[in-house]
C-alpha cells in the first residue's frame, strides 16, 4: 500500500476532491459550481444575509465569496443590495430565477451525494456524518 493511501488527511481530501467533482458533473447542465452550490443553499434557507455572513457559513475569505457572487450575479441569480443601517454591508438576495433553480437543483445534489454513499447504510452514513463533525469540530 502506497504510503499516501494510509494518510487519513490525504484520503479526506482525496475523497472531498471526488465529492466536488461529483457534485459539478451533476450541476453542469445548470450552470451552477460546486463553488456557488453552498452560497445558493444558504440564501434558499435565509434570503438576504449578508457577504460576511456567507464567508463565514461557506468557511470561505471574502476574496472567493466576492468572485463566486459576482459569477452568480452575472448568471442573474442572485442581487446584491446595500444594508440601509449600514451601507458598508451588501445582503445578497436570490433573483426570481435563483429561486426557481431550487426544485431542479437540489435533487440532483441529492442524487450525487447519493451517489457517493451507495452500499453504506443508515447507520454507517449516522456515523460517517458524526465522525467528520468531531474532527471538524477538534480543529476550530
Known sequence: MHIFEENLGFIIGKTNSKMKNNLARALKPYNVTHEQWPLLKWLWVEDGISQRELAERSYKDQPTIT????KLEQRGLIRRQADSGDRRVSLIYLTKEGQEIEASL???ARKALEHALRGLSEEERSQLTNLM???SANID
Do not use: E, G, V, Y
Open 106 to 108: 437540489k435533487p440532483l
Open 67 to 70: 468572485r463566486i457572487l459576482d
Open 133 to 135: 463533525n468531531r474532527i
